[in-house]
Structure formats: structure tokens, C-alpha cells
């Protein structure tokens, strides 16, 4: 209060840079760039998650026992872990938007031939699924490459999370195709892959790496992007000295070695360990209960449906408390908050009372997926916080990489408990237990300055 007895101005908002404004996001460039890449990660998990769906009537066809199960679950993410660090380079020697479509087209193709390498010979199928990991392990790093160049600050939140909202996206599309799975399951790979290649044609057409190299994009809108990405840089550099606070290290292994992106990486593995015992088991786990193969897609969609709305609806809100003078680094934390104690009470809740029918424990995966939807606005944004445009791609890469562990080691950790105690509430214990880790770590050492510019 001032001593007129009205609300002194907000330091923070007061003197506020133009390009710092809200500016009408509807129908603009950056939108249309960023639904491109949403449908790029729609293709990206529905490719990666038809095989948990497909797997139940392809074991029954090619007599594969819970061990090969795991061997083709898991297969995918050994490729997945090769390329994420090689994509910041891929990215500054092609371009990014040209490795994606590469990318893209390798997984699809993949996809396609799927069950052809599964009539072959297992080892062929294993293959198969490496190659695709190969493609798919560039799709996040390159996204964030282009997101770094195209989302104002005060725009991020929300549009990483409109892109990264394909990911539930997908997931709900390879559920929905269990009907088509119980019935050909080998169609569920030709029609996504297609997809693939259809959107490849698209972006090479309208995909390009930052704003003003775009066609049709008004010089209103690329001067915007670029002095709010200007601005954020200027705004944190003056906040450091302000707080005496040092400077972020600004060659790339330094960084990686501070306690900053440490909480990002930590955060990454604990929440990709809950994700991807979701994605490969749910459909395994609802079939425990109870749900026939038929009913398995309709009752998995409804956990992502929640995690999409939870994902973009935060989002907004989150950018609208930054706007109004909420720090970055507390909206990061609070978002990792959310996302991570959330899930906790749902995952406690399946281990002191586990479900015996379909529909409750569809509720309760509700309450995990749904409330974890706020991580793309915590850990996941985080990363372009502090890597600024310059490194985007090298930092996701890593820190995708450390926390693709859990698709492999996950995995084979649902399918040792399934096989030697069939005990759902032991894969439930350790999601709920690294939940806690993850914030605790988040919460003392997230920071959200950039260290830009980067040495290369």
C-alpha cells in the first residue's frame, strides 16, 4: 500500500519492456508453428505407444511369453537413449526443422514395417524397435530447439505446453485404436506410420527453424519474438546483479554440473519413471482387473484426456501469474509441486487400498496422470529458462537421455515384481517414492536465469 492508501505498482510489471506485453496469440505465426509440433508430438507417442496397446493380440499370435513382452516393450527406448545428445549438433550443422523431419521419417517408416519384422523373426522386431528409438530420440531435443526460438517468455508456458500437449494427445489415439488392435493389430501400425509421412510433406513446407526465415510471418510479429527473447536475457542479467547471485556457467559441461540443472535432470528421470510404467502397462494392468481388450482403449484415454486438460489449462494460468509479476523460478516450483505430490496421494492411496475394478482405478489413474499434466510448465520449460536459445536442444537431449533410464529400466522392473510377486502395489511404492525425491531436490536448487550465450 502507498501512503494515499492505494496499491503501490508491482516493480516487476511497472516499468515493463513493450515486447514484455501481452500481444493476441490467436492466428499468429508462432501458433501455427507450435500446433505443427504438436501434431509432431501427437505422431511421436502414438508410435511409441500402439505397441503396449497391439502387444496383447500380437503375443497371443506369435506365442511370446511375459520375457519377450518385456524384450519388445523395452527394445524401443535402447535406440531412444543413442541419439538424444547427438541432436543439439545435428541441430547447428542441418537445421532443426530439417533433422525433425528426418526424424520423423525414419520412425515412420519403422512403424510401417512393424509387423513385418514381427512375422519375420523376434530379433528382426527388436531391430525394428531400436531403429525407431533412433528416430524418435531426436523428436524432444529439437522440438525444444524450436521452441527456444519461437516462444516469448511470457508466452512459454502456454506454448510449450500446447506442443507438448500432443504427447497425451497421442497417447490417447494409440488407446483408442484397441478396438482396431483386437481385430487386425497390424493396421494400427500402417495407419499411424502413414501419418508420420503425411506430416513430414506438411512441415517440409511450413516448418523452418526460427521466425524470420519464415515465410509469411509479418515483421510486427518477428520483432516481437526477438526482443522479448532480448528482453528476458537483459531483465535476468540486471536480476542477478541486483541479488549478487553468480552467473550460470556458460560453457556446456560446467552447466551440467550444477546443482540448477541437476533439480531439472532429477525432476525428468522421477516423473519419466511414473510415465512410462503408465504408458507400456495400463493396458496390461486394466486387463488384471478385469477390462477385456475391447474395453481397454476407451478406459486408458480417459487418464490422458485429463492430463491434456490439467497440461494446457495450467499453462495458461501459469503465464498469466508470471505476467502479473510472479517470479519464473517460483512458478517452475510451484507447476514441480503440483505435479509431483499430486500423483503422490493418488499413489499412495493404490497402495493402501488397490483397486479390484476397472473403473476405480481409472479414477485414481486420473488423479496421477491429471495432476502430473503440470510438469511441462515446471521441469520441462525449466529447460529453456536456463538454456536460453542457444542450447536448448543439447540440454533436453541430456537430460532426455538420463531420464529415458526408466523406459528401460522400468520396464524391466514392472515385468521382474509382475512375474516373481505379481504385485501391482510395488510398482505403485516406487513411482510414489521418487515423486518425493523430486520435489524435495526441485524445490532447493531450481533456478530459472539463462546462462545464454553458450559456448559452443
Known amino acids: 500500500m502507498g501512503a494515499d492508501g492505494k496499491h503501490s505498482p508491482?516493480?516487476?510489471?511497472?516499468?515493463?519492456?513493450p515486447a514484455t506485453e501481452a500481444r493476441p496469440l490467436w492466428g499468429t505465426a508462432r501458433l501455427h508453428t507450435i500446433l505443427l509440433l504438436c501434431v509432431c508430438n501427437v505422431i511421436c507417442y502414438a508410435d511409441r505407444v500402439n505397441i503396449g496397446v497391439a502387444i496383447i493380440p500380437m503375443a497371443l499370435e506369435l506365442d511370446m511369453d511375459k520375457t519377450m513382452e518385456t524384450l519388445v516393450l523395452s527394445s524401443f527406448f535402447w535406440g531412444y537413449l543413442v541419439t538424444q545428445t547427438m541432436a543439439g549438433a545435428l541441430c547447428r550443422k542441418y537445421g532443426a526443422s530439417n533433422v525433425l523431419i528426418g526424424a520423423v521419417m525414419v520412425w515412420s517408416v519403422m512403424t510401417i514395417v512393424t509387423p513385418a519384422a514381427a512375422h519375420q523373426s523376434m530379433p528382426v522386431l527388436i531391430a525394428t524397435r531400436v531403429i525407431m528409438g533412433l528416430g524418435e530420440g531426436l523428436s524432444q531435443p529439437v522440438i525444444h530447439q524450436l521452441l527456444s526460438a519461437w516462444?516469448?517468455?511470457t508466452e512459454r508456458s502456454r506454448l510449450v505446453a500446447i506442443a507438448?500437449?500432443?504427447?497425451?494427445?497421442?497417447?490417447?489415439?494409440?488407446?483408442?485404436?484397441?478396438?482396431?488392435?483386437?481385430?487386425?493389430?497390424?493396421?494400427?501400425?500402417?495407419?499411424?506410420?502413414?501419418?508420420?509421412?503425411?506430416?513430414?510433406?506438411?512441415?517440409?513446407?511450413?516448418?523452418?527453424?526460427?521466425?524470420?526465415?519464415?515465410?509469411?510471418?509479418?515483421?510486427?510479429?518477428?520483432?516481437?519474438?526477438?526482443?522479448?527473447?532480448?528482453?528476458?536475457?537483459?531483465?535476468?542479467?540486471?536480476?542477478?546483479?541486483?541479488?549478487s547471485l553468480p552467473p550460470l556457467p556458460t560453457a556446456i559441461g560446467p552447466l551440467l554440473m550444477t546443482k540448477h540443472f541437476a533439480?531439472?535432470?532429477?525432476?525428468?528421470?522421477?516423473?519419466?519413471?511414473?510415465?512410462?510404467i503408465v504408458i507400456s502397462w495400463v493396458p496390461t494392468?486394466?486387463?488384471?482387473?478385469?477390462?477385456?481388450?475391447?474395453?481397454?482403449g476407451g478406459f486408458a484415454v480417459v487418464p490422458y484426456i485429463c492430463y491434456w486438460v490439467v497440461d494446457v489449462g495450467w499453462a495458461h494460468y501459469l503465464d498469466r501469474l508470471i505476467m502479473k509479476g510472479t517470479s519464473i523460478r517460483r512458478a517452475r516450483i510451484?507447476?514441480?509441486?503440483?505435479?509431483t505430490i499430486g500423483p503422490s496421494f493418488a499413489l499412495a492411496w493404490m497402495i493402501v487400498y488397490p483397486p479390484r475394478t476397472p473403473h476405480v482405478a481409472i479414477l485414481l489413474l486420473c488423479w496421477v496422470l491429471g495432476t502430473n499434466g503440470t510438469a511441462h510448465s515446471g521441469y520441462w520449460a525449466n529447460i529453456i529458462d536456463i538454456a536460453g536459445e542457444g542450447r536448448s536442444a543439447d540440454l533436453l537431449g541430456i537430460s532426455n537421455t538420463i531420464a529415458t533410464v526408466p523406459g528401460i529400466v522400468g520396464n524391466l522392473w514392472v515385468g521382474f515384481v509382475l512375474a516373481t510377486y505379481n504385485s501391482w502395489e510395488m510398482v505403485w511404492m516406487s513411482a510414489l517414492i521418487l515423486n518425493l525425491v523430486s520435489i524435495f531436490v526441485f524445490r532447493s536448487w531450481c533456478r530459472a536465469g539463462a546462462s545464454t550465450p553458450v559456448a559452443l
Open 285 to 296: 494392468y486394466l486387463s488384471s482387473l478385469g477390462a477385456s481388450l475391447d474395453s481397454v
Open 263 to 276: 533439480a531439472i535432470y532429477i525432476a525428468h528421470f522421477c516423473a519419466n519413471w511414473s510415465i512410462y
Open 164 to 243: 507438448s500437449a500432443g504427447q497425451p494427445l497421442g497417447t490417447v489415439a494409440a488407446m483408442m485404436s484397441s478396438p482396431i488392435a483386437a481385430r487386425h493389430w497390424p493396421s494400427v501400425f500402417h495407419y499411424f506410420g502413414m501419418a508420420g509421412v503425411v506430416w513430414c510433406v506438411v512441415a517440409a513446407q511450413r516448418l523452418r527453424d526460427k521466425p524470420r526465415v519464415t515465410d509469411g510471418v509479418s515483421e510486427a510479429e518477428v520483432e516481437y519474438i526477438e526482443q522479448s527473447l532480448a528482453a528476458q536475457q537483459s531483465a535476468m542479467t540486471s536480476r542477478k546483479a541486483e541479488l
Open 10 to 17: 508491482n516493480p516487476r510489471t511497472q516499468h515493463a519492456h
Open 334 to 339: 510451484l507447476s514441480q509441486a503440483v505435479c
Open 151 to 153: 516462444a516469448p517468455p
